[in-house]
Nanobody, 125 residues
Framework: QVQLVESGGGLVQAGGSLRLSCTGSRYTARLYKMGWFRQAPGKEREFVAALWQPTNTTTYADSVKGRFAISRDAAKNTVYLQMDSLTPEDTAVYYC??????????????????WGQGTQVTVSS
């Protein structure tokens, strides 16, 4: 069983930055594809970013491309989401997810088997 714990959320002004962390059980970041999703009030959960092994390939939603960066520290079993130039539209609960390598698109929620509890990100204008 893979357990994921997010941290790093909070309140920030528009234009600011936050770094989210997702720490998993042993070897999580090394064996699984890792993704970040977010869900704003009244909206569906949407893909934000993903990273997968063994090539450390990354992909991003168009809405965050150039502002967010996903990375991993395998030694710490942790995946990060660096978020810069935040806007109020980025306000949401952010979820970390892990899933086995498969042919299912990493941008879809069903590609992931394990989910964290979520961390709130609020960007004020």
């Amino acid at each position: 069983q893979v357990q994921l714990v997010e941290s790093g959320g909070g309140l920030v002004q528009a234009g600011g930055s936050l770094r989210l962390s997702c720490t998993g059980s042993r070897y999580t970041a090394r064996l699984y594809k890792m993704g970040w999703f977010r869900q704003a009030p009244g909206k569906e959960r949407e893909f934000v970013a993903a990273l997968w092994q063994p090539t450390n390939t990354t992909t991003y939603a168009d809405s965050v491309k150039g502002r967010f960066a996903i990375s991993r520290d395998a030694a710490k079993n942790t995946v990060y989401l660096q978020m810069d130039s935040l806007t109020p539209e980025d306000t949401a609960v952010y979820y970390c997810a892990a899933g086995p390598i498969s042919t299912v698109s990493v941008q879809t929620a069903r590609a992931y088997q394990y989910w964290g509890q979520g961390t709130q990100v609020t960007v004020s204008s």
